[in-house]
């Protein structure tokens, strides 16, 4: 159980770094406007949007990021692909405990 824990884990780690990439890549001119720590949001956050494990509430340091980054700009940038390895429910979950919670009815992903 544990290395499949490990495995998911990195994958979610996997799905992040790639929208970090599409985030702050030069050639996307959309993500040039994204603000925020994102390597951050990957080491600190990631654990608490993955599919797998029960929804836990985020720690300090994953709300510091959350509160610095550009969540409705990162919403344009999870893909299908990023949504198989995190759950979208645990992402609101974890934008609004830690008090910047998603607009009602903007788009995040597919949903």
């Not at 979610?12 to 390597?39: N, R």
């Not at 608490?48 to 980054?69: A, D, F, L, T, W």
Request: with cysteine.
């Amino acid at each position: 159980m544990a290395i499949l824990m490990n495995m998911n884990f990195k994958m979610v780690l996997a799905a992040f770094v790639m929208a970090g990439i599409l985030i702050s890549g030069d050639h996307v001119a959309l993500g040039q406007g994204c603000q925020g720590d994102f390597q951050g949001l990957i080491t600190q956050c990631a654990r608490y949007v993955q599919r797998v494990g029960p929804q836990q509430e985020p720690s300090q340091e994953c709300c510091s990021v959350i509160k610095s980054v550009d969540i409705a700009c990162v919403c344009k940038f999870i893909t299908r692909e990023i949504e198989t390895v995190i759950d979208m429910a645990k992402v609101v979950h974890v934008a609004a405990s830690c008090g910047k919670p998603l607009d009602h009815g903007m788009k995040c992903g597919s949903k």
